[in-house]
C-alpha cells in the first residue's frame, strides 16, 4: 500500500471534518439533491451524495433487440469494450484497465444481475446468457470495488432486469440484419395484486462477417416478484442458454488483412476453432423492512456451464468444461437519523463455490483425439464486509472494508505424467474511505482512497506454459490502490461528472503466446503498474424532446517495473487501452419519430508490451430510429439500426502479444438491422 498517498487523503478528509465541526449550532441547511438512486454501492445513495464514481445507463429499444451489451455501455467514460463480433470470445471490457488482458470472457470486473453475482467466484464473466430484452437499466461502478464485491472488483456493472410491471402483455419482436443476423423475441407479463411474472425466450444466430465467425443463441428467462405483505417482497429468476454454434476466426497479420479483411486464420479453420455452451441458472431473493430504519436482504443461486471448445493446435486444443458454482448472502442494513446527522451502516457476508472439471484432448483438425489432462479445480470463497456512511449539513463520509477467505484447490486425475495436485491460499482485506462536500444543492465535491485484489481465474491458473496440468505456481494475484477526486451534480439541468484517478497496480496479471502453443494464451506478472486519468460525462435535455450525452476520458497506463528476460519494459505503455476516448449521443423522443445519432472515436493503442505494434486510431457512427403506432391495447413498433454508418474499415479486437503478429481482428463495415415489435395489453 502506498502510504504517503494514504496520509495525504486523509489530511483532506481531516480538513472537510474541521469545517463541519465549525458550521454553527443554528445551520441547519438541507440540500435536495437530485434524486438519480444508484443501488451498486449497496447502501442505496443517489448519484450527488456517493464518493463512487458510477455511471447510470437507460436501455433503448436499439439495445434491447440489438445483439450484445456493447452499443449500450461503449459510451461510459473509463470502459473500452471490444471484440463484439467474436462470438466464441464474448465481449471484452476494460474498465480503467481492468479486463484488458482477457483472451476470452470478461476478467477484473464484477458482474452482479438483479443483486446476485453473474461472475464465478474465481473472476470469470460471461455476456451469452444475459438476456437484454428484459434488461431494464444498467450501473457501472468505475473505480476499486472490491471492499463491496471482494475478488475481481475492479469495476462493477451491475444490471436489473424489468420485474416490475403495471399490466400484463403478449410481446413478439423480430428482426434482421446484414451478415445473416436474426432475432425472434416472444415474451409474456402477468401483473396481479400481489405477484407479477415476466416470461421471455429468444433466437439469435448470424452467419458473421468473416469467414468462420457465425453463431447461434437460444435464451429463456423467467423474473416473479411476490409482495408476500407491506414489508416483505419474494423474487427469483430462471435462467437458461443453449449456444451450440460460436465460431472463432482468430487473429490476423496486418498483411493478411490488406489481402482479405473477411478471412479467418488458416488454422483456425483447420482446428475447426469455436465453442457450444449450456448454462441453467436459477437464484432467490427475499427483501424484509424491519420497521422505518432497517432492512434485511438474503439471496441464494447456483449455476450449471457446460462448455465445449476447440481451439487452434493440436496439443490439449480440445476442452471439456464442466461447471457448477453456488452462493448464499445477505445484509442487514440501519439508518440513524439525528438533527444533523444521517447514519447508515450495513453488514453483510457472502459464500460462494465453485467446481470446474476440465479435461483436455487432442485436437485433431476438429475431432476429439487422445486425452492430455483431467483435473478437478475448486474456488471457495467467504467473506464477511461493512459499509458505514455518515451524512452531516454539509458534507458527507463513507467507509467500507471486506474480508475475503479465498481457497483454491485443484485435484490432479490424469496421472500419466505424475501427479500436480495442490493447494493454494489467497486471503486478503481490502478498504475504501470516500468523502464528499456539498458545494451548493447541486454541485458535489468527492474524493476517495480505495483498494482492489483480483486473483488468477482457474482457466488462467491451468494455462501452464510447460504443459503439464496442476496450477501455474509462478502466476500470482495482483493487487492495486486507488486515489482519485471528483466533482459532480445537477447544476441547471446539466447532468455532469469530471474524475481524476490515480492507480498503482502491483504484480498485474497480463497475457501473452509461445510459439510452441500458437492461439492459446497464458499469463504472467508484470512487477508494477500506474494508471492515471481523467473521465468527463455530461447530459443534458435541451428540448422536451432533445437531449445530448457525451463523454470523455484520457489515460496514461504504463510499467513502472517490469524486466523480462533482460529486456526492460520500464515507461513503456500498457497494451490493448487508447489513450483518448470520446463518445457522443443526440437524441429525439418526438412524438412523431425517436432517433439516435451516436459517435465514439477511439485513439490509437499498442497491440504489445513492447510497444511496437501500434493500432491506429479509428471513429465510428451509428443511427438508430423507431416509432411507435398505438391503437387500443395494440403497440406497432418498426425499427431500424445502422452501424458503422461511415463505412470505417477498423479493428473489432486486438489481440494482445499475440505471437507471429497475429493480433488483428477485422471489424464489420457498414451493417444494417430491422425489425418490429409488437406488443398488445391486457
Not at 451469452?128 to 444498467?138: G, H, T
Not at 475448486?378 to 472494508?401: D, P
Request: glycine residues 10%; aromatic residues 12%; proline residues 3%.
Amino acid at each position: 500500500m502506498d502510504t504517503s498517498r494514504l496520509l495525504t487523503f486523509l489530511l483532506i478528509f481531516c480538513a472537510i471534518g474541521k469545517l463541519d465541526a465549525q458550521e454553527s449550532a443554528s445551520d441547519t441547511i438541507k440540500y435536495d439533491l437530485e434524486p438519480i438512486q444508484i443501488e451498486a454501492v449497496k447502501l442505496s445513495s443517489n448519484f450527488q451524495s456517493s464518493a463512487m464514481p458510477v455511471s447510470l445507463l437507460k436501455p433503448k429499444l436499439s439495445d434491447n433487440t440489438g445483439i450484445g451489451l456493447k452499443p449500450l455501455i461503449s459510451g461510459t467514460p473509463g470502459l473500452f469494450a471490444m471484440n463484439a463480433n467474436n462470438y466464441a470470445q464474448d465481449l471484452r471490457i476494460a474498465i480503467r484497465g481492468f479486463g484488458a488482458r482477457s483472451a476470452f470472457g470478461i476478467r477484473g470486473i464484477k458482474i452482479v444481475v438483479d443483486g446476485v453475482p453473474e461472475t464465478t467466484p474465481d473472476g470469470q464473466g460471461q455476456l451469452d446468457n444475459l438476456d437484454l430484452y428484459v434488461m431494464d437499466k444498467v450501473e457501472v461502478v468505475r473505480g476499486a470495488a472490491s471492499s463491496l464485491y471482494g475478488n475481481a472488483s475492479g469495476g462493477v456493472i451491475y444490471i436489473n432486469s424489468q420485474q416490475e410491471i403495471d399490466t400484463g402483455f403478449v410481446e413478439l419482436n423480430a428482426g434482421l440484419g446484414s451478415f445473416g443476423i436474426q432475432r425472434y423475441d416472444a415474451a409474456y407479463g402477468f401483473s396481479g395484486e400481489k405477484f407479477q411474472a415476466i416470461l421471455h425466450g429468444s433466437h439469435a444466430k448470424a452467419e458473421g462477417y468473416r469467414e468462420q465467425s457465425g453463431f447461434e443463441n437460444n435464451v429463456f428467462h423467467g423474473g416473479w416478484t411476490w409482495n408476500i405483505n407491506e414489508s416483505s417482497q419474494l423474487s427469483g429468476t430462471l435462467n437458461y442458454t443453449n449456444a451450440p454454434v460460436g465460431d472463432d476466426p482468430g487473429g490476423l497479420k496486418l498483411e493478411d488483412v490488406s489481402e482479405d479483411r473477411r478471412q479467418a486464420r488458416e488454422a483456425n479453420v483447420l482446428y475447426k476453432a469455436g465453442e457450444a455452451v449450456t448454462q441453467l441458472k436459477g437464484n432467490l431473493s427475499f427483501d424484509k423492512n424491519l420497521g422505518d430504519r432497517s432492512n434485511l436482504k438474503l439471496y441464494g443461486f447456483a449455476n450449471q456451464r457446460t462448455f465445449d471448445g476447440r481451439l487452434p493446435f493440436e496439443f490439449g486444443g480440445v476442452i471439456d468444461l464442466d461447471r457448477f458454482y453456488y452462493g448464499q448472502g445477505g445484509q442487514f442494513t440501519y439508518k440513524n437519523i439525528g438533527e444533523n446527522l444521517v447514519a447508515n451502516y450495513l453488514v453483510g457476508y457472502d459464500l460462494a463455490f465453485q467446481s470446474d472439471d476440465r479435461k483436455r484432448f487432442r485436437n485433431l483438425q476438429g475431432e476429439q483425439g487422445d486425452q492430455t489432462l483431467d483435473q478437478t479445480e475448486r474456488f471457495n470463497n467467504q467473506a464477511l464486509y461493512a459499509i458505514g456512511k455518515w451524512t452531516f449539513t454539509r458534507w458527507f463520509a463513507e467507509q467500507s472494508v471486506r474480508l475475503d477467505i479465498n481457497q483454491l484447490k485443484n485435484q490432479d486425475h490424469f496421472l500419466e505424467d505424475g501427479d500436480d495436485s495442490g493447494e493454494i491460499n489467497l486471503s486478503n482485506v481490502n478498504f475504501s474511505t470516500g468523502v464528499g462536500i456539498f458545494l451548493t444543492s447541486d454541485i458535489t465535491l468527492v474524493g476517495r482512497y480505495g483498494t482492489a485484489f483480483e486473483t488468477p481465474t482457474l482457466s488462467e491458473l491451468s494455462a501452464n506454459p510447460t504443459g503439464a496440468g496442476g496450477f501455474n505456481e509462478e502466476l500470482s494475484p495482483q493487487s492495486s490502490a486507488t486515489l482519485e477526486f471528483g466533482i459532480k451534480g445537477n447544476w441547471r439541468n446539466n447532468l455532469f461528472e469530471l474524475t481524476w484517478f490515480d492507480i498503482k497496480v502491483k504484480d498485474e496479471i497480463l497475457p501473452y503466446e509461445l510459439e510452441d502453443f500458437p492461439g492459446r494464451t497464458f499469463y504472467n506478472n508484470s512487477g508494477k503498474t500506474s494508471r492515471t486519468g481523467i473521465e468527463l460525462a455530461h447530459s443534458k435535455r435541451w428540448l422536451p424532446f432533445l437531449s445530448t450525452q457525451i463523454s470523455y476520458t484520457w489515460s496514461d497506463f504504463k510499467f513502472e517495473e517490469y524486466n523480462v528476460d533482460g529486456t526492460d519494459f520500464s515507461q513503456l505503455q500498457l497494451p490493448g487501452i487508447p489513450a483518448n476516448m470520446l463518445s457522443w449521443r443526440v437524441e429525439t423522443d418526438h412524438s412523431f419519430i425517436n432517433a439516435s445519432l451516436s459517435g465514439q472515436h477511439y485513439g490509437a493503442m499498442w497491440a504489445d508490451n513492447a510497444n511496437t505494434e501500434e493500432v491506429k486510431a479509428f471513429s465510428l457512427l451509428d443511427f438508430s430510429a423507431f416509432h411507435t403506432f398505438k391503437k387500443s391495447k395494440f403497440e406497432v413498433t418498426p425499427y431500424f439500426h445502422i452501424e458503422n454508418l461511415l463505412d470505417v474499415e477498423y479493428f473489432d479486437n486486438i489481440r494482445i502479444n499475440a505471437f507471429g503478429g497475429r493480433y488483428y481482428e477485422p471489424g464489420p463495415g457498414r451493417q444494417f438491422r430491422m425489425g418490429v415489435k409488437v406488443k398488445v395489453l391486457k
